[in-house]
Nanobody, 122 residues
């Protein structure tokens, strides 16, 4: 089992920044990838970014590329999402997920956190 706990969400104005954190515990060695997804009210859950634990390979959704940065700290078993130049359309619940392989689809991710709310005011 893997446990994931997100933190760092909140209310920010357009153009502001937030850093989300995801703390992983448990059998993390069996999961090479950690991803961030988000879900706005009335919308499907969508991919934001992912990073692999072993080689640090990253990928981003087109809508956040150049504004968001995903990173990991293997020793601390932490994954971060630095979000800059935030827009109202970034408002959503952000979820951290872990799985055996990196993917832009939610399907391969076996473990999910409880989510953290990000609200960007206009």
């Amino acid at each position: 089992q893997v446990q994931l706990v997100e933190s760092g969400g909140g209310l920010v104005q357009t153009g502001g920044s937030l850093r989300l954190s995801c703390a992983a515990s448990g059998r993390t060695f069996s999961n090479d990838a950690t991803g961030w997804f988000r879900q706005a009210p009335g919308s499907a859950r969508e991919f934001v970014a992912h990073v692999t634990w072993r080689f640090g390979i990253t990928s981003y959704a087109a809508s956040v590329k150049g504004r968001f940065t995903i990173s990991r700290d293997n020793a601390k078993k932490m994954v971060y999402l630095q979000m800059n130049s935030l827009k109202p359309e970034d408002t959503a619940v952000y979820y951290c997920a872990a799985g055996p392989m990196a993917s832009t689809s939610a399907a391969p991710y076996n473990y999910w956190g409880q989510g953290t709310q990000v609200t960007v005011s206009s």
